[in-house]
């Protein structure tokens, strides 16, 4: 008999969340499966949830939640010890992985998924002592996912980034920061607007940022965007959604290992999967195959 821990973050997405778990909780008990559900309130508790499972007998964790409460889970699986295989019921603003992955939200397709239990094992990123299973960022509107408050991304949906982002652009100015960049396929210092290391090709509900991007590849996607001038800078964004901006001469994408990035200002903040992530200097570094998922 399957045990199922079901992790929700009932204060992700929109305000059916919580009637999409419980209908699955009655399908998987009705279909023979143990189900067990834990519902958050507070930053890291998906977490701690999550090597508390690991060290038990669960066969594997629904996840419920946007990209924050999915790398709560990353992280608690890292820590527990533990690969138990996590299949992601995506209900947050985003959902940048599970859209990348082709994960489905209807709640019988998701749960055909489950009975079927295809798994596979994917890539992950680590900077300094946090880990990521999407993107980690620095620059210009990449804090912009923990700067919306949770009832504007409730009502707004991906839409409430866009709003927030349009607010930040004339108050900083577009201004570059210096970078130290470090790896064995790239080094040098630059003027930078705003840099990702991502392990998808989605970020931010665009589909195509790091277009050669495959979470088994062993390889993080770097994309470096260089000081521009406002017509460059909108010809950049204006090319993301065909995959094409990599090809304008003021960005740099290159796939690594690791790599080390450094500046000389002392406020340089870091997102890490729509979360606050710390600040500059990181070193960032791919962790092979380490997060097993339930895929259709």
């Given at each position: 008999?399957?045990?199922?821990?079901?992790?929700?973050?009932?204060?992700?997405?929109?305000?059916?969340?919580?009637?999409?778990?419980?209908?699955?909780?009655?399908?998987?008990?009705?279909?023979?499966?143990?189900?067990?559900?834990?519902?958050?309130?507070?930053?890291?508790?998906?977490?701690?949830?999550?090597?508390?499972?690991?060290?038990?007998?669960?066969?594997?964790?629904?996840?419920?939640?946007?990209?924050?409460?999915?790398?709560?889970?990353?992280k608690?699986?890292?820590?527990?010890?533990?690969?138990?295989?996590?299949?992601?019921?995506?209900?947050?603003?985003?959902?940048?992985?599970?859209?990348?992955?082709?994960?489905?939200?209807?709640?019988?397709?998701?749960?055909?998924?489950?009975?079927?239990?295809?798994?596979?094992?994917?890539?992950?990123?680590?900077?300094?002592?946090?880990?990521?299973?999407?993107?980690?960022?620095?620059?210009?509107?990449t804090?912009?996912?923990?700067?919306?408050?949770?009832?504007?991304?409730?009502?707004?949906?991906?839409?409430?980034?866009?709003?927030?982002?349009?607010?930040?652009?004339?108050?900083?100015?577009?201004?570059?920061?210096?970078?130290?960049?470090?790896?064995?396929?790239?080094?040098?210092?630059?003027?930078?607007?705003?840099?990702?290391?991502?392990?998808?090709?989605?970020?931010?509900?665009?589909?195509?940022?790091?277009?050669?991007?495959?979470?088994?590849?062993?390889?993080?996607?770097?994309?470096?965007?260089?000081?521009?001038?406002?017509?460059?800078?909108?010809?950049?964004?204006?090319?993301?959604?065909?995959?094409?901006?990599i090809?304008?001469?003021?960005?740099?994408?290159?796939?690594?290992?690791?790599?080390?990035?450094?500046?000389?200002?002392?406020?340089?903040?870091?997102?890490i999967?729509?979360?606050?992530?710390?600040k500059?200097?990181?070193?960032?570094?791919?962790?092979?195959?380490?997060?097993?998922?339930?895929?259709p």
């Amino acid at each position: 008999m399957r045990k199922v821990k079901v992790i929700c973050n009932p204060s992700s997405g929109r305000q059916n969340t919580q009637r999409k778990v419980d209908q699955l909780c009655s399908m998987l008990i009705n279909e023979g499966y143990i189900v067990g559900k834990y519902n958050t309130s507070a930053k890291d508790d998906a977490m701690h949830e999550t090597i508390k499972t690991c060290k038990e007998e669960w066969d594997l964790i629904i996840a419920s939640g946007g990209d924050g409460t999915i790398n709560e889970i990353v992280k608690g699986i890292i820590k527990g010890g533990r690969k138990i295989p996590v299949a992601i019921l995506a209900s947050g603003t985003v959902n940048d992985f599970a859209n990348y992955m082709r994960i489905p939200r209807d709640v019988e397709e998701f749960f055909q998924m489950i009975k079927k239990e295809r798994t596979i094992d994917v890539d992950l990123g680590k900077v300094n002592d946090e880990y990521f299973i999407n993107v980690a960022a620095s620059g210009l509107l990449t804090d912009i996912g923990y700067k919306v408050p949770s009832e504007i991304k409730a009502i707004f949906g991906k839409m409430a980034y866009y709003i927030e982002g349009l607010k930040e652009i004339p108050r900083s100015k577009i201004q570059p920061i210096q970078l130290s960049f470090k790896s064995e396929e790239f080094s040098g210092q630059e003027s930078v607007l705003l840099y990702l290391i991502s392990n998808t090709a989605s970020i931010g509900g665009f589909k195509r940022i790091a277009p050669d991007a495959d979470v088994q590849d062993g390889y993080l996607d770097v994309v470096i965007i260089k000081k521009s001038e406002v017509q460059d800078l909108a010809q950049i964004f204006i090319n993301i959604f065909r995959g094409e901006h990599i090809n304008h001469p003021n960005v740099i994408y290159f796939k690594t290992k690791k790599i080390t990035v450094e500046s000389e200002e002392e406020d340089i903040t870091i997102d890490i999967d729509g979360e606050y992530g710390g600040k500059l200097p990181a070193t960032y570094e791919v962790i092979p195959s380490a997060f097993r998922i339930i895929l259709p």
